[in-house]
């Protein structure tokens, strides 16, 4: 869109320093995140409003039984209708269905895709504004297994994890490797979403649900042409909720590499 | 072209030229017979070997250099206490 046709840039006059006349929309799919909600989107709010951008956050819930729905009219009260914007599901329809529904009602020209827990920090999102605007990138990607972005800049500190056994690492490195081997994608981390894409078109590509959406998402923009660099970020594992990861995933993500090796 | 299409053309043509050479009706250059002969027939497990090593190693190399984030960690836990402390005055219900 005309960035200075944006609705940010016609009524910005006197109230933003900033130059960025960008909205940016975040999708939170939750799932019992009760706990979690309200501090991400203060960290997410905080982050917005000290760099002066224009945001919005869409809270996709599928039907949690915790009250995941009231607090996030809550923080709405808190923060503007117009600033978190409640859109709920029927029920648990998987993660890829979340962003796309997600989609349809956000009113900003760039997309972030993260975790409601706090393995995504919020605080990297200006890294990956400024990576994204220095070399035009359709995509930009969080990894947590490079120390330099990549290409480089100056400002990314090291990637790095905490909170994962050796058990965890050795699933994530070897999904990973064989994500890598088998597809090619261009990316160092497939599996751990923290996205600021500005195109609808490949995430309405996407056939997959699940974890295996992030990882498909990645390679059909590669093969579409499109451009992806990539920030460092620091991974903490879950530190409130379970997570959603199981066997059944593990052989989903096997299937799911399977499909796209024969179809992209 | 999806990748399993063209990893099977590739395929395909590596083993036929593997095949051709295997029983001399090519030669291949560069390469004394004699030693071809000995090294043609163990090509294909050495090729696996070589993979299941580049993967061990790959995989090693991962592990080894997975940076751990103890910082991160503190300043989000500190980080969290302040959420928790700002939302509950404006009216939040925080756990």
Known sequence: ???????????????????????????????????????????????????????EVVVVDDASPD??????RQLAGVYGEDKILLRPRAGKLGLGTAYIHGLNFVTGDFVII??????HHPKFIPQFIRLQKAHNLDIVTGTRYRATSKPATVDALPGGVHGWDFKRKLVSRGANFLADTVLNPGVSDLTGSFRLPVLRHIITETVSKGYVFQMEMMVRARALGYTVGEVPITFVDRIFGDSKLGASEVVGYAKGIWTLFVSV | MARAHRAAVLGTIAIIAYMLTLFNVLSVPLVDAKIAEQILPVFPWWLLVSFGSYCLWSIGMGLATLRECPEAYNELLVEITAAKNDLRAKGVTVD
């Not at chain 1, 320093?17 to 909205?23: C, E, G, P, W, Y």
């Not at chain 1, 009250?67 to 996030?72: C, I, L, N, R």
């Not at chain 1, 993260?114 to 393995?119: I, K, Q, R, V």
């Open chain 1, 67 to 72: 009250g995941t729905q009231e607090v996030a």
């Open chain 1, 114 to 119: 993260m975790d409601a827990d706090f393995s």
């Open chain 1, 1 to 55: 869109m005309n960035p200075f046709a944006s609705p940010t840039s016609l009524t910005m006059q006197g109230t933003h320093r900033s130059l960025d006349t960008h909205k940016y929309s975040v999708i939170l799919p939750t799932y019992n995140e009760r706990a979690n909600l309200p501090v991400i989107v203060w960290l997410l709010a905080r982050t917005f409003t000290e760099q002066e951008l224009d945001w």
